[in-house]
């Protein structure tokens, strides 16, 4: 066993460092999740009903308490050193089955094994996996297994609950009641695992370096924003050669301009500040406190919200180019219509409540931006799908570099300093290479 300032590590367990970074098997874990959310779009796209939406949401909350797990894991220990290498291939592989099966996580089909219980072992098996090397890595700090311990509860409570809505035996979940039973138990099994997180404060956050917990939280934006890109070009033609015309590359333009303003509005000024806030919180509590609420838990949101945008926004350019749909396209059905506005509203104001948590600063220019999308529902409920589309790019583009005019000042010296810790980091890294390679 090593150890390192003061603290002895199990072998084959190498410990981050304040200044770590995202490593390239973290990327390959979110290669996983790129799938996973995918899955979560396809499946809510063929059941595009209220209970279909709320399970939606209920899939995605809980994929994103697996990541979440993964994320700190990388914020204590070195993903691709020693022995963790070979867990987190495991877990991903549990991950990827638990992504597969999806479709069938509430009611299982005919044929094959029982998708809602598969379901349940590779999601116990994930969070098993990340609990446990938190609790092998604390073993030998009394500190630190005092933090770990009480997530053992959560796990195994929530993994109950799946079990029993998973064992509800098929004639008695196909009725409406007991349909509403199944998902009243994996809302509680949500309410576990976040209720836990919430009572415990900051204690089961330990943020080693600030710069990895932010780095990995905007690169699972940056999987979600991609996400987009996909569900617009994928849809139930995909495979069979698209027609180049005006409507397609004008959808295709439209589309790119809605996620690129969202890509905008998070990356430009907004993740910048929230990082360099966390780097300045150095009380232990406080930053654990930060890390918890502005990253766990509202990016969540953040990511149902672009996960809502590309629902809506779900095979558009294949469905524009059917030679049988008029030449704008036809008007967009109530739940594409409200998961597309809805998608984007979600979004402005998960980053209002960021700026708020984080800087402390109101962003009025995408309050405004969230009202105009929510007064502009009705009106372009009868408009054209494309017409609808170019609306939304409208007002979020006008929304962004509203808010962008407002936050200049800030953002000068937000992307200030940005600048020069990313050329001291070269220069530092160009100084050391010099020397040893």
């Known amino acids: 066993m090593e150890s390192t300032g003061g603290v002895r590590w199990p072998r084959g367990i190498q410990p981050s460092a304040p200044g770590s970074r995202t490593t390239r098997l973290e990327l390959f874990y979110d290669l996983v999740f790129v799938f996973a959310f995918l899955n979560v779009t396809t499946a809510t796209a063929g059941n595009p009903t209220a209970r279909g939406l709320i399970q939606c949401l209920v899939l995605l909350a809980l994929l994103w308490w697996c990541w979440s797990g993964f994320a700190a894991l990388g914020n204590v220990v070195r993903t691709d050193q020693g022995v963790a290498p070979l867990v987190g291939f495991a877990a991903s592989a549990a991950v990827f089955v638990l992504a597969l099966i999806l479709p069938k996580a509430f009611v299982d089909r005919p044929g094959g094994l029982s998708g809602p219980v598969v379901f349940v072992v590779c999601y116990f098996l994930v969070r098993a996996s990340e609990v446990t090397i938190f609790l092998w890595v604390a073993r030998a700090n009394r500190a630190v297994r005092r933090r770990t311990l009480p997530f053992v509860l959560p796990v195994l409570l929530a993994t109950a609950l799946l079990l029993a809505a998973a064992l509800l035996p098929q004639r008695v979940s196909d009725g409406t009641a007991e349909g509403l039973l199944r998902l009243a138990l994996w809302l509680a099994a949500l309410g576990v695992e976040y209720g836990f997180g919430a009572a415990l404060g900051g204690a089961g956050w330990t943020v080693l370096s600030a710069g990895h917990w932010a780095e990995r939280h905007a690169l699972i934006v940056m999987v979600a924003l991609g996400e987009s890109i996909i569900a617009l070009g994928l849809g139930p033609g995909a495979g069979t050669g698209l027609p180049v015309t005006w409507p397609v590359i004008i959808a295709a333009v439209l589309g790119v301009a809605v996620v690129a303003a969202l890509w905008w509005a998070y990356f430009d000024t907004l993740a910048l500040a929230m990082e360099q806030t966390l780097h300045r919180t150095r009380e232990p509590a406080a ?151």
């Open 287 to 437: 930053r654990a406190a930060l890390a918890r609420d502005v990253y766990t838990f509202l990016h969540l949101p953040l990511i149902a919200g672009v996960i809502l945008f590309a629902l809506g926004l779900k095979g558009l350019i294949y469905e524009g180019a059917a030679p049988e749909t008029p030449t704008w396209g036809v008007p967009l059905p109530g739940f594409d219509l409200l998961a597309l506005y809805g998608g984007v509203a979600t979004y402005l104001v998960t980053l209002i409540l960021l700026g708020k948590r984080a800087l402390g600063a109101p962003r009025w220019p995408s309050v405004a931006g969230v009202a105009l999308l929510v007064a502009l529902v009705p009106a372009v409920a009868r408009l054209p799908e494309l017409v609808a589309l170019a609306v939304l790019a409208a007002a979020a583009v006008a929304t962004v570099a509203g808010q962008t005019v407002v936050d200049a000042p800030r953002r000068r010296e937000v992307r200030r300093v940005a600048l020069e810790e990313q050329l001291a980091t070269e220069v530092e890294q160009t100084r050391w290479r010099g020397h040893h390679l």
